[in-house]
């Protein structure tokens, strides 16, 4: 069965850092493009990031451009996403994605909360 | 950067009902649509992508059409595990891939 599992939310104060993990299993995570997406409470579906397979070509939303970043361990299959200088703003559900652009499997989420 | 814009807002059906949803870019996307349903409490799952292609296991009440800046999904006869939130993404133009705001189906 594939699955993918997030994890390292929490709360942290602004201007924190975080490091979210998401580990895959049930496929060949190596030839699969990869990303994250966050939702807002009550809001609607952002991407963040995203990360090729082939090349580990890197893409950023332009609002957390310069201050996140994503990578991958494929000896580990697991995919991060370094979150640095964190604002109010940035509060939200972050789901890992298998498969990029369109999405055919989403984690379960974990949240980070931004808040003094 | 593509805007996508769902409408209605909320919709409020009955089960067994005749579900349209849709879904207009601000420019052309051209069959470079998906559609994803999310449940209270859920992490999203995809439904269609290509604009009509279901994703394995979808069932058959859901179908897609549409192209270039107009879509629409529909459910045939709605049930009652559909009562979701419906967001559509473009990635005709990657990254990003822009979402719509969602359209909350809702029991009437």
């Known amino acids: 069965e594939v699955q993918l599992l997030e994890s390292g939310g929490g709360l942290i104060q602004p201007g924190g850092s975080l490091r979210l993990s998401c580990a895959a299993s049930?496929?060949?995570?190596?030839?699969?493009?990869m990303s994250w997406f966050r939702q807002a409470p009550g809001k609607g579906l952002d991407w963040v990031s995203g990360?090729?397979?082939?090349?580990?070509?890197?893409y950023y939303s332009d609002s957390v451009k310069g201050r996140f970043t994503i990578s991958r361990d494929n000896s580990k299959n697991t995919l991060f996403l370094q979150m640095n200088s964190l604002r109010a703003e940035d509060t939200a559900v972050y789901y890992c994605?298998?498969?990029?652009?369109?999405?055919?499997?989403w984690g379960q989420g974990t949240l980070v909360t931004v808040s003094s | 950067e593509i805007v996508m814009t769902q409408s209605p807002a909320t919709l409020s059906v009955s089960p067994g009902e005749r579900v349209t949803l849709s879904c207009r870019a601000s420019?052309?996307?051209?069959?470079?649509l998906a559609w994803y349903q999310q449940k209270p409490g859920q992490a999203p799952r995809l439904l269609i992508s290509?604009?009509?292609t279901r994703a394995t296991g979808i069932p058959a009440r859901f179908s897609g059409s549409g192209s270039g800046t107009e879509f629409t999904l529909t459910i045939s006869s709605l049930q009652s595990e559909d009562f979701a939130v419906y967001y559509c993404?473009?990635?005709?133009?990657?990254?990003?891939?822009?979402f719509g705001q969602g359209t909350k189906v809702e029991i009437k």
């Open positions: 420019q052309s996307v051209s069959s470079n």
């Open positions: 993404q473009q990635y005709n133009n990657w990254p990003p891939g822009t």
């Open positions: 990360i090729s397979a082939s090349d580990g070509a890197t």
């Open positions: 290509g604009a009509f």
């Open positions: 049930g496929f060949i995570f190596s030839s699969y493009g």
């Open positions: 994605g298998k498969d990029s652009p369109v999405v055919t499997i």
